[in-house]
């Protein structure tokens, strides 16, 4: 089993920044791709960005050049870095774990409130 908890969340006024963090239990981390999704109230969840366990990253065109991820595989953890964060960066974010052991396995943490305030 693994869980995922997210922690650094918040409220920013708009041209600010957060960093998120998420910190993976079990041993899986270093070969798990780690990625953070958002959900805005009525929207569907949409990835943000994403990095696999060779440290390729991708993320989402509507953050590119303001948002970073990266990882630390010593610390189990994957962070977001927000920056310049506008108002529609509003969301609730998640973190996930995708790895492959004979079968996918897909894991979500809860969730942690990000409002960005014009």
């Known amino acids: 089993q693994v869980q995922l908890v997210e922690s650094g969340g918040g409220l920013v006024q708009a041209g600010g920044s957060l960093r998120l963090s998420c910190a993976a239990s079990?041993?899986?981390?270093?070969?798990?791709?780690m990625g953070w999704y958002r959900q805005a109230p009525g929207k569907q969840r949409e990835l943000v960005a994403r990095?696999?366990?060779?440290?390729?990253?991708n993320c989402a065109d509507s953050v590119k050049g303001r948002f970073t991820i990266s990882r630390d595989n010593a610390k189990n953890t994957v962070y977001l870095q927000m920056n310049s964060l506008k108002p529609e960066d509003t969301a609730v974010y998640y973190c996930?774990?995708?790895?492959?052991?004979?079968?996918?396995?897909?894991?979500w943490g809860q969730g942690t409130q990000v409002t960005v305030s014009s």
């Open positions: 079990g041993s899986i981390f270093s070969i798990a791709t």
């Open positions: 990095i696999t366990n060779n440290g390729n990253t």
């Open positions: 996930n774990a995708i790895f492959w052991v004979a079968v996918r396995y897909d894991y």
